[in-house]
């Protein structure tokens, strides 16, 4: 596999697809992975992206390198497997009404955490080289505890840097719906990550 300093220095030109397996199916996978919690739905997703790119050749403009367009499109998949996670989670009763329970959290009117539920210091600023690399997998782990639909608009949200509308385009989802999703998604990493990590 090319290491990720020459891949860097790669000119925006396509190799022999042939190669892409080797140049590209490690990181692809990974990217699958950390957005989506499933090995065998990524693996399934890393190939239907390598056919998609021999079927797309021809629309290869050479604007971007080769791995960033099959992350493209990988990324276009990924989303499409969110949408299919959406649609089932929406159908559960209660989301509607769960925009209430932030009440719960916050002192109304206040802007702030009510003392029961305020976070603890996490201590992450740290420079520690070792402690970070410990945090971002004991993260990983938390967002592997998270239902599907709650890990799709976080990584949307905080991996993928996408805008709010397009999250809520992309996975169907009104606003409201994504303001609840991704309050619920912070509270139960906060507290996972406070059990595990601090």
Not at 168 to 181: E, H, M, Q, R, Y
Request: hydrophobic share 35%; proline share 5%.
């Amino acid at each position: 596999m090319q290491s990720p300093e020459n891949y860097n220095t790669a000119t925006n030109s396509l190799t022999d697809p042939r190669k892409w397996v080797d140049l590209h199916s490690d990181y692809l996978y990974k990217y699958a992975l950390t957005r989506i919690n499933d090995t065998e739905t990524a693996r399934e997703l890393v190939q239907d992206t390598l056919l998609a790119g021999l079927e797309r050749l021809d629309k290869f403009e050479g604007k971007s390198t080769e791995r960033t367009w099959l992350t493209a499109i990988l990324k276009n998949k990924v989303v499409d497997v969110y949408r299919k996670r959406s649609s089932a989670f929406i159908k559960q009763p209660g989301l509607e009404t769960a925009e209430h329970e932030m009440d719960d959290f916050f002192e109304p009117d206040a802007c702030n955490w009510k003392p029961d539920h305020r976070p603890q210091e996490f201590g992450i600023e740290q420079p520690d080289c070792l402690e970070r690399k410990e945090f971002k997998q004991i993260l990983q782990k938390c967002m592997q505890k998270l239902p599907g639909l709650w890990l799709s608009v976080f990584t949307m949200k905080h991996m993928d840097e996408e805008a709010t509308d397009t999250i809520c385009a992309d996975l169907n989802i009104t606003p409201s719906n994504f303001w609840v999703i991704i309050h619920r998604a912070k509270l139960n990493l906060r507290e996972c990550l406070q059990k595990h990590w601090i």
